[in-house]
């Protein structure tokens, strides 16, 4: 932005803040009367988000997912006759300070009503306090660790992974499985916290026995020796915990090795991440937020109408991004009133009853949601519910 | 002035804090010791300040204060055990020592939170604390850039040689640059990670040595002015340019490679440049008149 | 003998990227910090031209390779020479190249990280690795080519340079660039060949990493480049058999640790490695001495 144009925006935004005031003041009355400031004719949401990157995906994903529910709400004068919302896109660019720095201006944007927050674990923690003392309502999508949702003003629309991974342990103990290998990157934090805590407290609760866990590094990126390794004791299955690289080479280096048992991972492999894998990435197991294999009516409709829009498959950062916007506009509803406060409060009403939406039906735990999820098998380059 | 001031304190903050880290690496450079071990030591005092807040329960400045003398006091004894290496050589063993500090916080446990890293350790901290902190650190850099102590730190880079044949204490010179940049490490991680709340052990890697060492070399390597053009230069360059939205990175890119091609003494040379020339056609001009009255 | 053979594969893989670094560095004494990006590049443009049509191994590599040599001539025509041009001698040079380096590395970075919205990246080839079995162990053809051709170009340039004479000439340079230049050895001519070959080399690592890990992602050239580093300081500036052993002990060293199941302490034993053989020899493995005074 140049400083011309950056001047320029600060002072419409205060001239729009005078404006406010003035009407206020005009309608003290009326607006005393219902106890909230109604909905305006503009709702201002600012997106801060990678666009940028090496987590750009997250954040370009949740754009369009947010674009087309703000059509779709537009539309359908969800939020009554000819309201519009002006999505805001702030650009974090994979940087903490770039998200802090993104986040201030929004907060101090009176204009802004409501944010959707940054996608990666360490932009949220930094920026979750900050927006607790502004007190402006904050959606995080992904952003899975601890640390993020710590107050009244913050939420999160993305269930984190380990609240869902049952399924894929659930599948497992379906299918006979007695021992399993573990690779994890144990640098990730979720797939570390998994790795050593949550994945064997769901084997034991099983029967299932851990025959051998294996932690990596983020930079780990040949895995010939480990795949041997787990070739050598051939467990009944292999929980794979990696990021998107790593599973492409150690799904094909496994084959290599001769291991050719069930092998399950994460939603990291969705959004088509392990499309490289080949066949290799044939009959991988793993649970996700979100897929267009979902056959529920609300995400069926969603990917039906995101195919619609552009033309591609939606990927579970669509999903998010969707859900998100959605979740904010249901609560203006809620609260009748689309000042922060009431964007607040009419988010913890919502959560309290939950609502549907792409992910299926969500739940919140205080202000995080929880879905079902599904598990889905990947077979010869796209995803189909596992058997 | 105030909604500007509002605005931007993040960046304003932030300009501060990579300040105190470009010097981390520019203090040794200047005494003619190649080490990153300023980037280690971000990542020392930043555990350090939040480990005391989050487990030991300590308030703000004290945590920093721990966490800016522990960092001193670690990249001390590591230049007391690498002092003999040269350049590049030098250059490894502190990238070493930094990502080593990297992988103990990863596998630290509880104490560090591990890969996950500590968070809640949001320290108050404001503004006119961070730039009293810079002025206290200028100030002793100033006093090492200027006159005789100046042309000794010069010669110990220049001529180690000469140097030891005018009596002054090379390697005592050497571990000093040592202390002094990890306090300052120190004080820039500690004063960074409780202004963010959070610290995890991906953020102290080889990224934050080439930020470091970019803002130096573009901004002037040689005085303290040059590190502080950087750090405006690579914590406002994002703002300033997001206009051209993703190819951002491209522009960036680009900007830095034309940086190191045209300003061989970066931003500070190239400013100094001008004034000289300007100051010589001035003088020119007088010149002129003069002889034009003579 | 299996993990023996893994040491060997995964340090013919190090040391493929490397080679070309290794070759530019020790020679016209240019740290090119866009070598991985440049090796990440060539693979992306490789998996580009698959992606519009299927193509056979050869075809994927020449591509690469060609991408590659094309890529670091260009970096050396448009950033390094200049900047060469601009400074008193190397030494001047020698920071302003390596910042250099990082400018135009962003560039191609952020070109691949827009395009595939930074997911893993391979090629679409008729070629499949087969699995061999070689006196009972098991060995990929892809891997046989990565271990011949390492230890071939390895050992090729080391002669290389030992013998001919050109690699006199680049030698020369490496030792005393203004005496070389005295003597009549074209330091432009060779400095260019010497990148576009040392880019052949980052294209051809490229091409065949993309098809022994099946996909690199556009952030694997960075992950390399700071290991390239340590094998190439560990080995001993300016020493081609010593990058070659340097490859095959970081290799060995991060195997065993990974065979001991400590995973998440690779990086701090195999750099902890490099930091006391540092300590022990402070000119790497095979180092000259330093000529230069610093």
Same mark, same amino acid.
């Given at each position: 932005?140049?400083?011309?144009?950056?001047?320029?925006?600060?002072?419409?935004?205060?001239?729009?803040?005078?404006?406010?005031?003035?009407?206020?003041?005009?309608?003290?009355?009326?607006?005393?009367?219902?106890?909230?400031?109604?909905?305006?004719?503009?709702?201002? #949401?600012?997106?801060?988000?990678?666009?940028?990157?090496?987590?750009?995906?997250?954040?370009?994903?949740?754009?369009?997912?947010?674009?087309?529910?703000?059509?779709?709400?537009?539309?359908?004068?969800?939020?009554?006759?000819?309201?519009? #919302?002006?999505?805001?896109?702030?650009?974090?660019?994979?940087?903490?300070?770039?998200?802090?720095?993104?986040?201030?201006?929004?907060?101090?944007?009176?204009?802004?009503?409501?944010?959707?927050?940054?996608?990666?674990?360490?932009?949220?923690?930094?920026?979750?306090?900050?927006?607790?003392?502004?007190?402006?309502?904050?959606?995080?999508?992904?952003?899975?660790?601890?640390?993020?949702?710590? &107050?009244?003003?913050?939420?999160?629309?993305?269930?984190?992974?380990?609240?869902?991974?049952?399924?894929?342990?659930?599948?497992?103990?379906?299918?006979?499985?007695?021992?399993?290998?573990?690779?994890? &990157?144990?640098?990730?934090?979720?797939?570390?916290?998994?790795?050593?805590?949550?994945?064997?407290?769901?084997?034991?609760?099983?029967?299932?026995?851990?025959?051998?866990?294996?932690?990596?590094?983020?930079?780990?990126?040949?895995?010939?020796?480990?795949?041997?390794?787990?070739?050598?004791?051939?467990?009944?299955?292999?929980?794979?915990?990696?990021?998107?690289?790593?599973?492409?080479?150690?799904?094909?280096?496994?084959?290599?090795?001769?291991?050719?048992?069930?092998?399950?991972?994460?939603?990291?492999?969705?959004?088509? &991440? #392990?499309?490289?894998?080949?066949?290799?990435? &044939?009959?991988?197991?793993?649970?996700?937020?979100?897929?267009?294999?979902?056959?529920?009516?609300?995400?069926?409709?969603?990917?039906?109408?995101?195919?619609?829009?552009?033309?591609?498959?939606?990927?579970?950062?669509?999903?998010?991004?969707?859900?998100?916007?959605?979740?904010?506009?249901?609560?203006?509803?809620?609260?009748?009133?689309?000042?922060?406060?009431?964007?607040?409060?009419?988010?913890?009403?919502?959560?309290?009853?939950?609502?549907?939406?792409?992910?299926?039906?969500?739940?919140?735990?205080?202000?995080?949601?929880?879905?079902?999820?599904?598990?889905?098998?990947?077979?010869?380059?796209?995803?189909?519910?596992?058997? | 002035?105030? $909604?500007?001031? @509002?605005?931007?304190?993040?960046?304003?903050?932030?300009?501060?804090?990579?300040?105190?880290?470009?010097?981390?690496?520019?203090?040794?450079?200047?005494?003619?010791?190649?080490?990153?071990?300023?980037?280690? @030591?971000?990542?020392?005092?930043?555990?350090?300040?939040?480990?005391?807040?989050?487990?030991?329960?300590?308030?703000?400045?004290?945590?920093?204060?721990?966490?800016?003398?522990? @960092?001193?006091?670690?990249?001390?004894?590591?230049?007391?055990?690498?002092?003999?290496?040269?350049?590049?050589?030098?250059?490894?063993?502190?990238?070493?020592?930094?990502?080593?500090?990297?992988?103990?916080?990863?596998?630290?446990?509880?104490?560090?939170?591990?890969?996950?890293?500590?968070?809640?350790?949001?320290?108050?901290? $404001?503004?006119?604390?961070?730039?009293?902190?810079?002025?206290?650190?200028?100030?002793?850099?100033?006093?090492?850039?200027?006159?005789?102590?100046?042309?000794?730190? $010069?010669?110990?880079?220049? $001529?180690?040689?000469?140097?030891?044949?005018?009596?002054?204490?090379?390697?005592?010179?050497?571990?000093?640059?040592?202390?002094?940049?990890?306090?300052?490490?120190?004080?820039?991680?500690?004063?960074?990670?409780?202004?963010?709340?959070?610290?995890?052990?991906?953020?102290?890697?080889?990224?934050?040595?080439?930020?470091?060492?970019?803002?130096?070399?573009?901004?002037?390597?040689?005085?303290?002015?040059?590190?502080?053009?950087?750090?405006?230069?690579?914590?406002?360059?994002?703002?300033?340019?997001?206009?051209?939205?993703?190819?951002?990175?491209?522009?960036?890119?680009?900007?830095?490679?034309?940086?190191?091609?045209?300003?061989?003494?970066?931003?500070?040379?190239?400013?100094?440049?001008?004034?000289?020339?300007?100051?010589?056609?001035?003088?020119?001009?007088?010149?002129?008149?003069?002889?034009?009255?003579? | 003998?299996?993990?023996?053979?893994?040491?060997?594969?995964?340090?013919?893989?190090?040391?493929?990227?490397?080679?070309?670094?290794?070759?530019?560095?020790?020679?016209?004494?240019?740290?090119?910090?866009?070598?991985?990006?440049?090796?990440?590049?060539?693979?992306?443009?490789?998996?580009?031209?698959?992606?519009?049509?299927?193509?056979?191994?050869?075809?994927?590599?020449?591509?690469?390779?060609?991408?590659?040599?094309?890529?670091?001539?260009?970096?050396?025509?448009?950033?390094?020479?200049?900047?060469?041009?601009?400074?008193?001698?190397?030494?001047?040079?020698?920071?302003?190249?390596?910042?250099?380096?990082?400018?135009?590395?962003?560039?191609?970075?952020?070109?691949?990280?827009?395009?595939?919205?930074?997911?893993?990246?391979?090629?679409?080839?008729?070629?499949?690795?087969?699995?061999?079995?070689?006196?009972?162990?098991?060995?990929?053809?892809?891997?046989?080519?990565?271990?011949?051709?390492?230890?071939?170009?390895?050992?090729?340039?080391?002669?290389?340079?030992?013998?001919?004479?050109?690699?006199?000439?680049?030698?020369?340079?490496?030792?005393?660039?203004?005496?070389?230049?005295?003597?009549?050895?074209?330091?432009?001519?060779?400095?260019?060949?010497?990148?576009?070959?040392?880019?052949?080399?980052?294209?051809?690592?490229?091409?065949?990493?993309?098809?022994?890990?099946?996909?690199?992602?556009?952030?694997?050239?960075?992950?390399?480049?700071?290991?390239?580093?340590?094998?190439?300081?560990?080995?001993?500036?300016?020493?081609?058999?010593?990058?070659?052993?340097?490859?095959?002990?970081?290799?060995?060293?991060?195997?065993?640790?990974?065979?001991?199941?400590?995973?998440?302490?690779?990086?701090?034993?195999?750099?902890?490695?490099?930091?006391?053989?540092?300590?022990?020899?402070?000119?790497?493995?095979?180092?000259?001495?330093?000529?230069?005074?610093?």
């Amino acid at each position: 932005m140049g400083s011309a144009a950056r001047k320029r925006r600060t002072l419409l935004a205060g001239l729009a803040v005078s404006a406010v005031v003035a009407t206020a003041a005009c309608g003290g009355p009326e607006a005393g009367g219902s106890g909230g400031g109604g909905i305006e004719k503009t709702i201002k #949401i600012a997106q801060v988000q990678d666009q940028t990157g090496p987590i750009a995906y997250a954040g370009l994903g949740a754009s369009e997912g947010a674009e087309l529910a703000i059509e779709e709400i537009e539309q359908q004068n969800f939020l009554g006759e000819g309201v519009k #919302i002006e999505l805001q896109k702030l650009d974090t660019a994979g940087e903490i300070e770039r998200a802090s720095s993104e986040m201030n201006k929004a907060m101090g944007d009176r204009d802004v009503d409501a944010i959707i927050g940054p996608a990666a674990t360490q932009q949220a923690a930094a920026v979750a306090p900050l927006v607790g003392r502004q007190k402006v309502p904050t959606v995080f999508t992904q952003a899975g660790g601890q640390g993020v949702v710590i &107050n009244d003003y913050t939420f999160r629309v993305t269930p984190p992974m380990e609240s869902y991974y049952e399924l894929a342990v659930d599948y497992l103990d379906k299918k006979g499985v007695k021992t399993i290998s573990v690779l994890y &990157n144990a640098t990730f934090p979720t797939f570390a916290e998994l790795g050593e805590k949550r994945v064997p407290q769901m084997a034991k609760d099983r029967g299932i026995e851990i025959v051998q866990s294996l932690p990596v590094q983020m930079t780990t990126q040949d895995f010939a020796g480990q795949s041997q390794q787990i070739a050598r004791k051939n467990p009944d299955a292999l929980v794979m915990l990696l990021i998107a690289p790593q599973s492409v080479t150690a799904l094909r280096q496994l084959k290599d090795a001769g291991y050719d048992n069930l092998i399950v991972a994460t939603s990291v492999q969705a959004a088509g &991440n #392990i499309k490289e894998a080949g066949d290799a990435a &044939n009959g991988l197991v793993y649970p996700v937020p979100f897929s267009t294999a979902m056959d529920g009516e609300s995400s069926a409709a969603f990917t039906e109408a995101f195919r619609k829009k552009f033309n591609k498959d939606p990927d579970p950062y669509a999903a998010d991004g969707y859900d998100a916007m959605w979740f904010i506009a249901r609560a203006i509803k809620a609260s009748g009133d689309s000042s922060r406060e009431g964007i607040r409060k009419g988010l913890a009403q919502v959560a309290k009853e939950g609502f549907t939406g792409a992910m299926g039906n969500l739940t919140f735990e205080g202000n995080d949601a929880r879905i079902e999820g599904a598990l889905v098998q990947w077979q010869d380059g796209k995803e189909i519910l596992a058997q | 002035m105030s $909604d500007w001031y @509002a605005m931007n304190v993040v960046l304003i903050q932030t300009t501060l804090t990579t300040l105190l880290l470009a010097l981390s690496i520019q203090v040794p450079i200047r005494f003619g010791v190649f080490s990153f071990a300023g980037v280690g @030591a971000f990542g020392i005092g930043g555990y350090t300040a939040a480990i005391a807040m989050v487990h030991l329960g300590w308030t703000t400045w004290p945590s920093v204060a721990l966490g800016a003398v522990l @960092a001193g006091v670690v990249v001390f004894a590591l230049g007391l055990v690498v002092q003999r290496l040269t350049g590049l050589y030098m250059g490894m063993a502190t990238i070493a020592f930094t990502l080593i500090v990297s992988v103990v916080a990863v596998n630290g446990g509880e104490l560090t939170g591990g890969p996950g890293g500590l968070f809640g350790a949001l320290g108050e901290i $404001d503004t006119g604390h961070i730039l009293a902190v810079v002025v206290v650190v200028v100030a002793v850099l100033v006093w090492t850039e200027a006159k005789g102590m100046g042309r000794r730190v $010069d010669t110990v880079r220049e $001529d180690p040689e000469l140097a030891t044949a005018m009596g002054i204490d090379v390697a005592r010179y050497r571990l000093a640059s040592f202390a002094i940049s990890g306090v300052i490490g120190g004080l820039a991680g500690a004063i960074t990670t409780l202004l963010r709340s959070t610290i995890t052990p991906a953020e102290v890697n080889f990224h934050m040595v080439v930020l470091a060492l970019t803002a130096i070399i573009v901004g002037g390597a040689r005085s303290w002015l040059g590190a502080f053009i950087g750090a405006v230069i690579f914590v406002w360059l994002p703002t300033v340019i997001s206009f051209v939205q993703e190819w951002e990175k491209v522009v960036y890119g680009f900007l830095v490679a034309v940086a190191a091609i045209y300003l061989p003494n970066g931003v500070l040379g190239l400013i100094k440049d001008l004034v000289h020339r300007l100051r010589t056609r001035q003088e020119r001009a007088r010149m002129a008149v003069l002889q034009e009255k003579g | 003998m299996q993990d023996l053979l893994n040491v060997v594969t995964l340090g013919s893989i190090y040391l493929l990227f490397a080679l070309g670094m290794a070759l530019v560095w020790g020679t016209i004494g240019i740290l090119n910090f866009a070598h991985g990006a440049t090796f990440m590049f060539s693979a992306f443009v490789g998996h580009l031209v698959t992606r519009e049509t299927e193509l056979p191994f050869l075809p994927v590599v020449a591509v690469s390779v060609l991408v590659g040599a094309a890529i670091a001539a260009l970096t050396q025509l448009l950033a390094f020479q200049p900047i060469l041009k601009r400074s008193k001698n190397q030494h001047a040079a020698e920071m302003r190249i390596l910042i250099g380096g990082i400018g135009v590395a962003a560039i191609p970075l952020a070109l691949a990280q827009h395009q595939t919205r930074s997911s893993p990246f391979g090629f679409n080839s008729s070629y499949d690795a087969e699995v061999m079995d070689v006196f009972g162990l098991r060995l990929t053809t892809t891997s046989a080519v990565i271990i011949v051709s390492g230890l071939a170009i390895g050992i090729g340039l080391t002669v290389w340079v030992r013998r001919s004479r050109q690699g006199l000439a680049l030698r020369a340079i490496g030792v005393d660039a203004e005496t070389a230049a005295g003597m009549g050895v074209n330091r432009t001519a060779l400095a260019f060949g010497t990148m576009a070959t040392a880019g052949a080399l980052a294209g051809l690592a490229g091409a065949l990493l993309t098809f022994q890990l099946g996909a690199i992602a556009p952030e694997t050239g960075d992950q390399l480049l700071i290991k390239a580093f340590a094998i190439i300081v560990l080995g001993g500036l300016g020493s081609m058999a010593g990058t070659v052993i340097g490859a095959y002990v970081l290799a060995g060293a991060e195997t065993l640790v990974l065979n001991l199941n400590y995973g998440t302490w690779v990086d701090a034993v195999s750099f902890g490695l490099i930091f006391l053989i540092l300590l022990a020899r402070p000119q790497g493995l095979l180092g000259r001495k330093e000529v230069r005074r610093t």
